[in-house]
């Protein structure tokens, strides 16, 4: 399984941003697509998830702010992202899990490389 995510830059607060994980592979559809993200300095954080049966999570720092969103045609995996704050800034990175229990990916995990999101105030 490989994930390619894309759809990083450089924006101002305030602005939206949507990030897109192409999949590989036949887990897509079975597994549970997570986006964590990761400021320096911190530890990576898990921000979103949703299962393919349409079930969402999100953390509370990005909550009613994020959408995640899933294209079983397509293999692709979303990540809507709207009035984004300095805070915001990481590098993010989506992943695929075999199991999401108590607020966290479990199981089986396929990563995909970063991409890098800026937010200037």
């Known amino acids: 399984v490989q994930l390619q995510a894309s759809g990083g830059g450089l924006v101002q607060a305030g602005d939206s941003l949507r990030l897109s994980c192409a999949a590989s592979?036949?887990?897509?559809?079975?597994?549970?697509m997570n986006w964590f993200r990761q400021a320096p300095g911190k530890e990576r954080e898990l921000i979103a998830s949703i299962a393919s049966g349409g079930y969402q999570y999100y953390g509370e720092s990005v909550k009613g702010r994020f959408t995640a969103s899933r294209d079983k045609a397509t293999n692709t995996g979303f990540l809507q992202m709207n009035s984004l704050k300095p805070k915001d800034a990481a590098t993010y990175y989506c992943?695929?899990?075999?199991?999401?229990?108590?607020?966290?990916?479990?199981?089986?995990?396929?990563w995909g490389q970063g991409t890098l999101v800026t937010v200037s105030s």
């Open positions: 592979g036949r887990t897509f559809s079975t597994y549970f």
């Open positions: 992943a695929l899990s075999s199991l999401f229990v108590r607020g966290a990916a479990k199981g089986t995990i396929y």
